[in-house]
């Protein structure tokens, strides 16, 4: 069974850096796209960026370059999702998602979410 | 870039039908082609993962009922949602992928009420 789990909630505060992650059981972890959105308070899901862990190719939004690093560890089947200097901004859920397979265009498979709180 | 636009919210009694638009508007002039850009649908429940339900205009994964179908015309994809349940009561997205571009675009959403 295809599981994506993704790490606990997280308290930081301005200024800190932060790596959520979430690991991939249950199929081929390496072939498979893995993409992250967010989902602030209240609002709508906005995609982030994607990456292939079998070369970590990755592709950034426009609107997340620069902002964000996804990183993958293939050896463990864990994607990652870092911030060198969080703002209060970025309070919000951060999902991972796989791509279906052949690389089709939607996201077949969703971690629970990870709640990421930024105090200023 | 381009946007994808939603109703923020859509309403009807059980047993109805309701549709969910989503109109994407490229800022690029001329750059729209149906060819490359590929819509599917989610649903969340609220505090919950959002879940794929219609992929490649109108194809379902297995164990979403077939009450769920969409739709596409030129610009404009449809979910339509016939013999509404309590239980459909959700947020919709839509999401655009462009071959072009080679990212992911999701729509403000939708919010469904079951009266």
């Known amino acids: 069974e295809v599981h994506l789990e993704q790490s606990g909630a997280e308290v930081k505060k301005a200024g800190e850096s932060l790596r959520i992650s979430c690991k991939g059981s249950g199929y081929t972890f390496s072939t498979y796209w893995i993409a992250w959105v967010r989902q602030r308070p209240g609002k709508g899901l906005e995609w982030m960026g994607i990456i292939y862990p079998g070369d970590s190719d990755t592709t950034y939004s426009p609107s997340f370059q620069g902002r964000v690093i996804i990183s993958v560890d293939k050896s463990t089947s864990t994607a990652y999702l870092q911030w060198d200097s969080l703002k209060a901004s970025d309070t919000a859920i951060y999902f991972c998602?796989?791509?279906?397979?052949?690389?089709?265009?939607?996201?077949?498979?969703w971690g629970q979410g990870t709640l990421v709180t930024v105090s200023s | 870039q381009s946007a994808l636009t939603q109703p923020a919210s859509v309403s009807g009694s059980p047993g109805q039908s309701i549709t969910i638009s989503c109109t994407e508007r490229?800022?690029?002039?001329?750059?729209?082609?149906?060819?490359?850009?590929?819509v599917s649908w989610y649903r969340q429940d609220s505090g919950r993962a959002p879940q794929l339900i219609i992929f490649?205009?109108?194809n379902r994964p297995s164990g979403v009922s077939d009450r769920f179908s969409g739709s596409q015309s030129g610009n404009t994809a449809s979910l339509t949602i016939s013999g509404l349940q309590a239980e459909d009561e959700a947020d919709y997205y839509c999401t655009s992928y462009s071959s072009s571009t080679t990212y992911w675009v999701f729509g403000g959403g939708t919010k469904l009420t079951v009266l």
């Open positions: 490649d205009v109108n």
């Open positions: 490229s800022s690029d002039v001329g750059s729209y082609n149906s060819e490359s850009w590929y």
């Open positions: 998602a796989r791509r279906g397979v052949r690389g089709v265009p939607y996201f077949d498979f």
